[in-house]
């Protein structure tokens, strides 16, 4: 069985509706959260959402390269490398289904694992630390127990079953996997609503959560293992899993490595802070950078879109196909990050206002600054992605560099100066334009040879 992978605009514009969705179901929550929630309640629910994030640490890089390797696997190569990739021709692309069976059982094997040592970890150092911050914290104490009981039921059960993520994105299914979310989002937006309503507060959120996670999970099963695709694995014979484990591990823990660095780049912060600043500060804070976040969110949709066809296009050596897509990408990139990023300056304290949020936005010029270094980080992501798709990871060594130095100004910057929420701002942005900012970029247009096609296009 032969498969072509065919990525095209209904599953861009599959993938706007899903990105929408998502940063509807926020901007529609918010004013509810921002309302009913004390600003305390608010600070904690930022806490939360960091943690959620640091727990896909665990991952650490072997998402991605599950990815990348069963969209390898599936556009019809025939054994996995730790570095580079195999080239075949278009003609030669029947699928190996031992080594797509290995390579899902390799998946399986892993995600329990991980999932068995997240739980270990949410309902051990997890619990410690909230229960330290919930020192200063006036509110219901049961409530946040309750409700991060179940965050830690769900964050374990996601990634356990995390490696359907893969699978969908590999195997290019961008649009059923953009169906699925869209359905998932709904489901947690009128639960969340009717809970929230119904003065649950954070337990209303997780409990959203969780239901729409196993939603999604049942409708992926579904999309993933076609009655076709069933057969076809049931009558082959699985490779072993080291053969998987082996060349995967090398890039995957280079990516493990980069999360970590982007994690203390980018969320640390909200962790540091909570020990300095107040919990209406990092409440502020919280809701103006997950703003910023939805923004760069949205402002990515068309490149990562690509990614799975990008990778296919890397083993056909297409780079003129692969350039094509990474320049409208990052002409969609800029352009979204002026308009919403304008709109978000105009009027984000009086959308606030208008529903009597109860938590305030960052002042104005916190949030510009904030706006130029999220652009800049999403620009060099894009890079990043790019590159990623050569089975090379060269950047992993800079992206811990960049956490550790991030996390070594907020400390000099809370210890020593009175920057105070400047602090989670700066750090951040300096990291990353010291080097991150401006190589990646750089690197991607040589080897893509974008100087010397646009300098041909204007002679």
């Given at each position: ?49 960091t943690i959620i994030v640091l727990t896909g640490l665990l991952d650490f890089g072997f998402g991605p390269s599950f990815s990348r390797n069963v969209s390898y696997v599936v556009s019809g190569v025939t054994e996995l490398k730790s570095t580079g990739y195999q080239v075949i021709s278009s003609e030669n692309n029947e699928i190996d289904y031992g080594l797509f069976k290995g390579l899902i059982n390799a998946m399986r094997w892993f995600y329990s694992r991980l999932a068995i040592l997240l739980f270990l970890l949410l309902s051990t150092v997890g619990t410690y630390y909230i229960y330290t911050i919930l020192q200063t914290y006036t509110g219901n104490h049961r409530e946040v127990y309750f409700a991060w009981i179940i965050l830690c039921l769900i964050n374990t059960y996601s990634l356990y079953t995390l490696y359907y993520d893969s699978l969908l994105s590999g195997k290019g299914l961008i649009k059923q996997a953009k169906q699925i979310q869209v359905i ?276």
């Open positions: 069985m032969k498969n072509k992978m065919n990525i095209g605009k209904q599953d861009v514009l599959w993938n706007y509706i899903a990105t929408i969705l998502q940063t509807g179901v926020g901007v529609i929550l918010l004013p509810f959260i921002l309302k009913i929630f004390p600003s305390e309640t608010v600070a904690i629910w930022t806490i939360f959402s998932g989002q709904g489901v947690y937006l009128m639960v969340a609503v009717v809970m929230i309503l119904l003065h649950f507060n954070l337990i209303a959120i997780v409990s959203a959560q969780a239901l729409s996670l196993i939603i999604r999970r049942i409708l992926s099963h579904r999309a993933i293992y076609t009655v076709e695709l069933k057969k076809m694995l049931d009558n082959a014979i699985a490779k072993s899993r080291k053969d998987f484990i082996k060349p995967i591990l090398p890039n995957a823990v280079k990516l493990g490595i980069t999360a970590v660095g982007s994690f203390m780049v980018s969320r640390s912060a909200v962790l540091v802070g909570a020990f300095y600043l107040s919990l209406n500060d990092i409440a502020s804070y919280g809701i103006t950078i997950q703003i910023i976040g939805i923004i760069a969110g949205i402002a990515g949709v068309y490149l990562i879109t690509y990614l799975p066809q990008i990778a296919q296009y890397r083993i056909s050596n297409s780079i003129s196909a692969i350039r094509k897509i990474y320049l409208r990408g990052c002409g969609v990139m800029l352009l979204t990050f002026i308009v919403c990023g304008l709109a978000f300056l105009l009027f984000g304290d009086w959308t606030l206002a208008l529903i009597h949020s109860k938590t305030l936005l960052l002042p104005q010029s916190f949030i510009a600054v904030a706006l130029l270094i999220y652009f800049l980080e999403t620009n060099h992501g894009f890079a990043g992605n790019i590159l990623i798709t050569k089975n090379e990871v060269p950047f992993f060594k800079a992206s811990l560099f960049a956490g550790s130095v991030t996390l070594i100004l907020l400390f000099v910057f809370f210890n020593f100066t009175r920057l105070g929420i400047w602090s989670m701002i700066l750090a951040q942005g300096i990291a990353q334009g010291m080097y991150q900012n401006w190589k990646w970029p750089m690197v991607v247009a040589k080897e893509l040879n974008i100087f010397h096609e646009s300098k041909k296009l204007s002679e």
